[in-house]
T-cell receptor, first 113, second 112 residues
Framework: GAGVSQSPRYKVAKRGQDVALRCDPISGHVSLFWYQQALGQGPEFLTYFQNEAQLDKSGLPSDRFFAERPEGSVSTLKIQRTQQEDSAVYLC???????????FGDGTRLSIL | DAKTTQPTSMDCAEGRAANLPCNHSTISGNEYVYWYRQIHSQGPQYIIHGLKNNETNEMASLIITEDRKSSTLILPHATLRDTAVYYCIVKGASGGSEKLVFGKGTKLTVNP
């Protein structure tokens, strides 16, 4: 079946521009997660949704980062006024509830020039 | 704040079993052990998870010690495509944070 789909696969933006990254989770998965992965590091948690409710946004690095999941399915991660340190791979994962594992997309590689 | 300890790197010969250890001495009673791997330019791939019993699926086996303070991921017949960074993660099933906390993982290199 279809896995987690993320778009675009690559995004290049100039410093100061706003970007929007999309995540299509596995159908029926109630939980959705965003992670940020810097070069050579493991993924780091950004935020978590259960259906349309954002239950944990403790990992968002600043108020320039905003995520939404208005209908409990597709999610968008928006970064305003991008800075060079925002360059990273942004990963989305989805899961059923409880101990069920998270399944990841292949990420969006964001480069800020 | 990873709660697991893994060797930085390991090597394995193609066709042999790869045994990847993980220490999680502070694991709580309701926390599961999850294993993921990440191949360059791809997202983490789920491998297997368990609570206290040993588990096996088409990809690997997970052996958890009786005291649950450590575990071993076994790839029975490693291939070159198994070269990846392997992450061992401990997470509760519910009632707490749902996030995965990744450490540095083990870089497994399978040699021909």
């Amino acid at each position: 079946g279809a896995g987690v789909s993320q778009s675009p696969r690559y995004k290049v933006a100039k410093r100061g521009q706003d970007v929007a990254l999309r995540c299509d989770p596995i159908s029926g998965h109630v939980s959705l997660f965003w992670y940020q992965q810097a070069l050579g590091q493991g993924p780091e948690f950004l935020t978590y949704f259960q259906n349309e409710a954002q239950l944990d946004k403790s990992g968002l690095p600043s108020d320039r980062f905003f995520a939404e999941r208005p209908e409990g399915s597709v999610s968008t991660l928006k970064i305003q006024r991008t800075q060079q340190e925002d360059s990273a791979v942004y990963l989305c994962a989805s899961s059923l509830s409880g101990p069920q594992p998270q399944h990841f997309g292949d990420g969006t590689r964001l480069s800020i020039l | 704040d990873a709660k697991t300890t893994q060797p930085t790197s390991m090597d394995c010969a193609e066709g042999r079993a790869a045994n990847l250890p993980c220490n999680h001495s502070t694991i709580s009673g309701n926390e599961y052990v999850y294993w993921y791997r990440q191949i360059h330019s791809q997202g983490p791939q789920y491998i297997i998870h368990g609570l206290k019993n040993n588990e096996t699926n088409e990809m690997a086996s997970l052996i958890i010690t009786e005291d649950r303070k450590s575990s071993t991921l076994i790839l029975p017949h490693a291939t070159l495509r198994d070269t990846a960074v392997y992450y061992c993660i401990v997470k509760g099933a519910s009632g707490g944070s749902e996030k995965l906390v990744f450490g540095k993982g083990t870089k497994l290199t399978v040699n021909p």
